[in-house]
């Protein structure tokens, strides 16, 4: 008997459901740290391989929980719905833990970077640093934005501007202080990824 088209279809999906139960059934998510899905997209160690994803090594633990837990409950959705997902992933209880590992891994290595002499005076003339201090005492729910991939802060900087991303402290004032040109916004972005967190 001749199989067709429909029928060979129909074999093909009953297969890859039979492959598919038969891996996921090997698959226990309590085998394994809860940092290995954040893994996926940040890196094992928080360096993640591409500016769409944030590298986490080295920053504030309160940040990284307070990120985690505005994703989770729909207060941050700056990212077309992704990390909102994936939090969803992990526990409560299992929040702490996962930030802690990212936060004592070392921070990475910053970007090169020819000239940031516009980057720098913008970043000073608007007073970032007041609280987005690179070393000694800061607020541990103000993230370090030194050694952050400039793509990455391009867009969140954009985000602020256009009203995307209202959910954090003094966002309002972010709003007010990014009110520059794109070309502006990548030089900060540039600066920032080319310092070295201290």
Known sequence: MAITAAMGLRLATIILVLVANAASADY???QYPAYETCALCHGLFGVSHTAKFPNLAGQKKAYIENQVRAF???HRTNDGGQMSAIATELQ????????????????PAPYPEEDTTL???LFNTLRCAGCHRNSGVSDPAIPYLTAQHPGYLEKQMRDF???RRAVARNSGLHATSLRLSDEEIDAIARYLGASERQ
């Open 28 to 30: 226990d998510p309590s």
């Open 72 to 74: 989770r409950n729909g």
């Open 92 to 107: 409560p209880e299992d929040i702490p833990f996962v930030a802690d590992w990212f936060t004592n891994q070392d921070p």
């Open 119 to 121: 980057g720098a005076s």
């Open 161 to 163: 501007r256009e009203g």
